[in-house]
T-cell receptor, first 108, second 114 residues
Framework: QKEVEQDPGPLSVPEGAIVSLNCTYSNSAFQYFMWYRQYSRKGPELLMY????GNKEDGRFTAQVDKSSKYISLFIRDSQPSDSATYLC????????FGPGTSLSVIP | SAVISQKPSRDICQRGTSLTIQCQVD?????MFWYRQQPGQSLTLIATANQGSEATYESGFVIDKFPISRPNLTFSTLTVSNMSPEDSSIYLC???????????FGSGTRLTVV
């Protein structure tokens, strides 16, 4: 079993839709949970992070962690074409473990 | 957060040769990380490089294949040695400033071995 699993997509949605991206992880020792966004031919950039369980909101983005089910989610409201990218979830304890990423396309 | 300049951005190399990738950070950082990102797969940590000590390699990666230098707190290099087509991948450097989550990445080096 991989430590962090993520549906690779691709996911295609119309502009304005609500997007839900999800990951599961296997190690209950993980403490930090992150979402990175990676545009084509660019390095990943940190979008949001949370510590332990709970929700965190930043503009149109909401990150959610449920440690009891080892489930991580990212919600994007009012999605825009500029949100088209690959989204990588990641968790960390003593090192950072990345999921394989979900490719998202927002169609105008 | 730190800004990382990575070069080259891409290269096509002959099998059996070596390529050195450079990363320059705009501020002093304690830890730098080197990752490999294969198509459709997650980022895989190759090694952690601290200034003044030998790099720490993850399982499946060895120093003879991926020698790393860390001469100061703003610079690191990764060499991919004796390349084969299986080494074709994107290589990324990163720094976390010691935090568990605030990682910054370079723009990556897209390597093709022919």
């Amino acid at each position: 079993q991989k430590e962090v699993e993520q549906d690779p997509g691709p996911l295609s949605v119309p502009e304005g839709a609500i997007v839900s991206l999800n990951c599961t992880y296997s190690n209950s020792a993980f403490q930090y949970f992150m979402w990175y966004r990676q545009y084509s031919r660019k390095g990943p950039e940190l979008l949001m992070y949370t510590y332990s369980s709970g929700n965190k909101e930043d503009g149109r983005f909401t990150a959610q962690v449920d440690k009891s089910s080892k489930y991580i989610s990212l919600f994007i409201r009012d999605s825009q074409p500029s949100d088209s990218a690959t989204y990588l979830c990641a968790t960390s304890y003593d090192k950072v473990i990345f999921g394989p990423g979900t490719s998202l396309s927002v169609i105008p | 957060s730190a800004v990382i300049s990575q070069k080259p951005s891409r290269d096509i190399c002959q099998r059996g040769t070596s390529l050195t990738i450079q990363c320059q950070v705009d501020s002093q950082v304690t830890m730098m990380f080197w990752y490999r990102q294969q198509p459709g797969q997650s980022l895989t940590l190759i090694a952690t490089a601290n200034q003044g000590s030998e790099a720490t390699y993850e399982s499946g990666f060895v120093i003879d294949k991926f020698p790393i230098s860390r001469p100061n707190l703003t610079f690191s290099t990764l060499t991919v040695s004796n390349m084969s087509p299986e080494d074709s991948s994107i290589y990324l450097c990163s720094t976390g400033q010691g935090s568990n989550y605030g990682y910054t990445f370079g723009s990556g080096t897209r390597l093709t071995v022919v």
